[in-house]
């Protein structure tokens, strides 16, 4: 995949050069203040997840339960008051989260809530706005209590030992170091969308011995090696892109600010931003719940392990003849300390595009990224967002993190709830007026006596 290195401007042309209406980028700051938490407290990618999608939840609720249209995440969050300001509402609800979810974070949030309400006029609206708003944030952080990410971290898991299965990698920090698996119990914490954690695992699994894993074997083997002779630099550029580990906005951040940038340049309304973010995050977060659950389950060991038992010229300790080991490779970058089979940010990366897509068409892209690995950020660019999909769905390979099986059903599981997200939020039909239905009960009474004086 060829990266373009050039400051991008992002065209106003889809869905309309729209001039920008006053506070349009009210969501986007919260959004931006969001990820900036994320970063400072070092979340791995399904945490990040899981709060972008309940404060992107909370602010459609409290702007669609003002204009209506559409029908609401949570069927409490209806019924907000007549004439109250949407985006005091909208500001109201990310406050609200996101001081639950950060408390150490709380004084920023303030700073931009205090300055957010200075712009918008003392009165009655603004009040049933921000009253409305901390509403349906706080029913929508309660509906979250006790949905399985609070104990995540430490749900017992222990690797099998047996051929094939996850075993505890090393990383950079010196010999011997190993990270302990991260985030076992992700898998089981509550969908937002999903009916359970397992609805889009796939039922297949990898028998190492196929020529298929050989395939993905020697792949990863050669592409991801930190010695690499094949990987050009550009693939290199890419893997360290999309790597966003925590300390990051992570991956899921990574496709939110994508989407910010789009949204900005297209100019959609407030409504319409809330609606297309809580989609997003709805989607990434049950993608980020869809590949832990799947990574667990099916338990396959990361390259570094796999590619140490290929076996050489005399021994075949994985099985299969079509895979040549060697025990001194290493990955481009730190393997995560997780099993293998879903990578979760290709599953981001799948479902992040389904929703764009969906709104925007195969828009371009314009991301900030770490292209080097040493916190050094370049200005990429993609001509499309399936150009931009299909670097993150490589770039664990070039990584040396992970093979194309579990990339592939990544972008597949991704795409899967993508899909689901984009059923939610539809379109109220609106009521007729009594004066209409009246109407409508005249006309077809004369028609009924016209028929019978006909007979």
Same mark, same amino acid.
């Given at each position: 995949?060829?990266?373009?290195?050039?400051?991008?401007?992002?065209? $106003?042309?889809?869905? +309309?050069?729209?001039?920008?209406?006053?506070?349009?980028?009210?969501?986007?700051?919260?959004?931006?203040?969001?990820?900036?938490?994320?970063?400072?407290?070092?979340?791995?990618?399904?945490?990040?997840?899981?709060?972008? $999608?309940?404060?992107?939840?909370?602010?459609?609720?409290?702007?669609?339960?003002?204009? +209506?249209?559409?029908?609401?995440?949570?069927?409490?969050?209806?019924?907000?008051?007549?004439?109250?300001?949407?985006?005091?509402?909208?500001?109201?609800?990310?406050?609200?989260?996101?001081?639950?979810?950060?408390?150490?974070?709380?004084?920023?949030?303030?700073?931009?809530?205090?300055?957010?309400?200075?712009?918008?006029?003392? &009165?009655?609206?603004?009040?049933?706005?921000?009253?409305? +708003?901390?509403?349906?944030?706080?029913?929508?952080?309660?509906?979250?209590?006790?949905?399985? %990410?609070?104990?995540?971290?430490?749900t017992p898991y222990s690797p099998s030992?047996?051929?094939?299965?996850?075993?505890?990698?090393? *990383?950079?920090?010196?010999?011997?170091?190993?990270?302990?698996?991260?985030?076992?119990?992700?898998?089981? *914490?509550?969908?937002?969308?999903?009916?359970?954690?397992?609805? #889009?695992?796939?039922?297949?699994?990898?028998?190492?011995?196929?020529?298929?894993?050989?395939?993905?074997?020697?792949?990863?083997?050669?592409?991801?090696?930190?010695?690499?002779?094949?990987?050009?630099?550009?693939?290199?550029?890419?893997?360290?892109?999309?790597?966003?580990?925590?300390?990051? *906005?992570?991956?899921?951040?990574?496709?939110?600010?994508?989407?910010?940038? =789009?949204?900005? %340049?297209?100019?959609?309304?407030?409504?319409?931003?809330?609606? !297309?973010?809580?989609?997003?995050?709805?989607?990434?977060?049950?993608?980020? !719940?869809?590949?832990?659950?799947?990574?667990?389950?099916?338990?396959?060991?990361?390259?570094?392990?796999? =590619?140490?038992?290929?076996?050489?010229?005399?021994?075949?300790? &994985?099985?299969?003849?079509?895979?040549?080991?060697?025990? #001194?490779?290493?990955?481009?970058?730190?393997?995560?300390?997780?099993?293998?089979?879903?990578?979760?940010?290709?599953? !981001?990366?799948?479902?992040?595009? %389904?929703?764009?897509?969906?709104?925007?068409?195969?828009?371009?892209?314009?991301?900030?990224?770490?292209?080097?690995?040493?916190?050094?950020?370049?200005?990429?660019?993609?001509?499309?967002? &399936?150009?931009?999909?299909?670097?993150?769905?490589? %770039?664990?390979?070039?990584? +040396?993190?992970?093979?194309?099986?579990?990339?592939?059903?990544?972008?597949?599981?991704?795409?899967?709830?993508?899909?689901?997200?984009?059923t939610l939020f539809q379109p109220i039909?609106?009521?007729?007026?009594?004066?209409?239905?009246?109407?409508?009960?005249?006309?077809?009474?004369?028609?009924?006596?016209?028929?019978?004086?006909?007979?």
């Open positions: 995949m060829k990266i373009i290195r050039r400051t991008f401007l992002l065209s $106003a042309a889809t869905l +309309g050069a729209l001039a920008l209406p006053a506070n349009a980028e009210l969501i986007l700051d919260w959004n931006t203040a969001a990820l900036n938490a994320v970063q400072t407290t070092g979340q791995e990618a399904p945490e990040a997840a899981r709060d972008l $999608a309940i404060m992107s939840t909370a602010i459609y609720d409290a702007v669609n339960g003002i204009d +209506g249209g559409y029908t609401p995440y949570m069927n409490g969050n209806t019924g907000g008051p007549a004439g109250a300001d949407e985006q005091a509402a909208a500001a109201a609800a990310a406050n609200t989260v996101l001081e639950s979810l950060y408390p150490a974070l709380g004084s920023s949030f303030a700073t931009l809530y205090a300055d957010e309400l200075a712009t918008m006029p003392a &009165d009655q609206a603004t009040t049933d706005g921000v009253n409305w +708003g901390n509403q349906v944030a706080t029913a929508i952080l309660n509906s979250r209590v006790g949905d399985g %990410a609070s104990n995540a971290a430490t030992g047996q051929l094939g299965r996850w075993a505890p990698t090393p *990383v950079a920090n010196g010999p011997g170091y190993q990270n302990p698996p991260t985030l076992p119990g992700w898998g089981n *914490v509550k969908p937002f969308a999903m009916t359970s954690g397992n609805q #889009f695992v796939p039922t297949n699994t990898i028998d190492i011995t196929s020529a298929a894993y050989a395939t993905a074997f020697n792949q990863v083997q050669s592409l991801g090696s930190i010695s690499s002779s094949t990987r050009t630099s550009d693939q290199t550029a890419t893997a360290y892109a999309w790597n966003a580990p925590a300390g990051t *906005v992570t991956s899921a951040g990574q496709w939110n600010q994508i989407a910010t940038q =789009i949204i900005h %340049a297209s100019g959609v309304d407030t409504r319409t931003q809330a609606r !297309i973010m809580a989609q997003l995050n709805i989607a990434i977060a049950d993608a980020s !719940i869809t590949a832990f659950s799947a990574t667990y389950a099916n338990d396959n060991w990361r390259p570094i392990t796999a =590619i140490a038992y290929g076996g050489d010229n005399v021994n075949d300790y &994985d099985g299969n003849p079509l895979t040549t080991g060697d025990a #001194f490779w290493s990955p481009l970058i730190d393997t995560p300390p997780l099993p293998s089979y879903m990578n979760v940010n290709t599953a !981001i990366a799948g479902a992040a595009t %389904a929703v764009l897509k969906a709104y925007f068409g195969n828009h371009s892209v314009s991301m900030q990224a770490d292209t080097t690995g040493t916190g050094t950020f370049t200005t990429l660019t993609y001509p499309t967002l &399936d150009d931009a999909l299909a670097a993150a769905g490589m %770039a664990p390979i070039y990584a +040396g993190t992970d093979f194309s099986y579990a990339t592939d059903a990544g972008l597949t599981a991704g795409g899967q709830t993508g899909a689901l997200a984009l039909a609106p009521v007729p007026e009594p004066s209409v239905f009246l109407l409508l009960l005249i006309g077809a009474m004369a028609m009924v006596r016209r028929r019978r004086a006909a007979f």
